[in-house]
C-alpha cells in the first residue's frame, strides 16, 4: 500500500512540474493551467493537458515531450519518447 501511495505522490509531482514548466513556456495561458488545477482526478488532468498542448501544434507538444524527457526518461522511454 505504501509503495501505491509513493507512486500516486510521484505522478502528481510528476503533472505538478509539468503544469509549471508548460505554464513558465507560455505553451499554457493563465485559464487552462487553472482549469487543469482545478480537475481532482489525475486522469482527467493529464488528458486535458494532453489535448490541450497537442491542440497547439507541434512546437508546444515537442516542450512537453522534451521537459518529460528530462524529468522522467523512464516514462518516457516506457510510452516510446525515446
Known sequence: MRRLQDVASAMNNL???LLDKLF???VLTDS???T???MQNRG?????VL???RRKGEAASSEMIEFLRE???F????IGLI
Open 24 to 26: 513558465e513556456k507560455k
Open 71 to 73: 524529468v522522467d526518461p
Open 15 to 17: 503533472q505538478r512540474s
Open 36 to 38: 487543469a488545477d482545478e
Open 75 to 78: 516514462l518516457c522511454k516506457h
Open 44 to 48: 482527467d488532468k493529464a488528458r486535458f
Open 51 to 53: 489535448d490541450t498542448v
Open 32 to 34: 487552462e493551467r487553472e
